[in-house]
């Protein structure tokens, strides 16, 4: 068994949903692009009252357009009605690295968005998907160029260069959008 990861390491992956028939299933919303490679990224971790706890899957299926997975720690459909809502976690070094101008979300969170015209706009706050595509939450600070909080879309038309080293995202997003 892995020893308990530091939890300032965690990634959040997924999250249960409600039961799934009488023993012990759980139905299971995948953060993935590829939402069965959830399953890929082992071992996973809850975050409980009394610490981080393991949640090792013993079985899991394509169920509808769902996935649905039976666990070590839930025996029956009674303790799988309190893992309604658990959030599903894994370690960071446990995934795979992301392919060339591949960015994990978590690790776009906190650098610093800066415009064609050299304008400092924020810091990303937050990644989402919108259904369309992904947006990212530009967070304004003291040292921004105004108060304005903005949601840019992550696409190659305006994500016009990522530099990790400098911590700095450059898009195609005028002020005044």
Sequence with gaps: M???????????IGQLKKPYGIKGWLWVFSDTDDRSAIFDMQPWWIKTAT???????SKW?????????????????????????????????????????E?????LV?????NEQN??????AEMFDNGAHDIMRVATNADSLDNEERLIPWHKQTVLQVNMAEQTVLVAWPNDY
Aim: glycine share 8%.
């Design 61 to 101: 299926r394509q169920q509808g357009s769902g996935l649905v997975a039976q666990f070590e720690q839930v025996p029956d459909r009674n303790i799988a009605e309190t893992m309604n809502g658990v959030t599903i976690w894994v370690a960071k070094d446990s995934l795979p690295e992301p392919e060339e101008d």
């Design 51 to 57: 610490g981080i706890k393991p949640l090792t899957v």
């Design 119 to 124: 304008e400092y706009l924020g810091d990303i």
């Design 110 to 114: 906190g650098l610093r968005v800066i």
């Design 2 to 12: 892995s020893s308990v990861p530091d939890i300032n390491t965690l990634i959040k």
């Design 103 to 107: 960015y994990y979300w978590s690790d």
